[in-house]
């Protein structure tokens, strides 16, 4: 989940892309969902509003997937800084984030993570496009 005040993986990849350093990202073949907290917001109102029976478990998220590259430039436009993403494999990086001490970090970042919010459309809920815009004004308002 992305919005103001955010933590995690998204938040730390923020801060990164706000570096003037090209970030070896460039090759990652990671796609994730993601979802933003407005969209959260309206999922959970909106099942609370569902007038039929509801079923055990929604998953929500904004479509389609973003790749992790695309998150990370969207992030480096709204902080109005050049992309600089270099292709390098993660076959290279897997060992020095693993000698950091940060492996746990670099599996949860790379990996791919798609919620197929189906069941929740078909109740009636509008999913968010337009992620990496909202990245790129995330970005831009937090320099505010």
Avoid: K
């Avoid at 990849?13 to 907290?37: E, K, N, V």
């Avoid at 099942?47 to 998220?61: E, Q, T, W």
């Amino acid at each position: 989940v992305y919005g103001s005040g955010m933590r995690g993986n998204l938040a730390t990849l923020m801060r990164l892309a706000d570096t003037p350093l090209p970030l070896p990202t460039g090759a990652l073949t990671g796609i994730r969902s993601l979802m933003s907290s407005e969209a959260a917001v309206r999922a959970v109102s909106h099942l609370l509003s569902h007038s039929g029976p509801l079923r055990p478990i929604y998953v929500g998220a904004d479509v389609p997937p973003i790749a992790l590259d695309a998150v990370i430039a969207a992030f480096r436009r709204g902080l109005g800084r050049p992309v600089r993403l270099m292709a390098v494999p993660a076959g290279l990086i897997r060992p020095v984030v693993a000698a950091l001490g940060r492996r746990a970090f670099w599996d949860s970042l790379t990996a791919t993570q798609i919620c197929d919010p189906a069941l929740l459309v078909s109740q009636g809920w509008t999913p968010e496009a337009g992620t990496l815009e909202r990245l790129a004004e995330l970005a831009r308002l937090s320099r505010s």
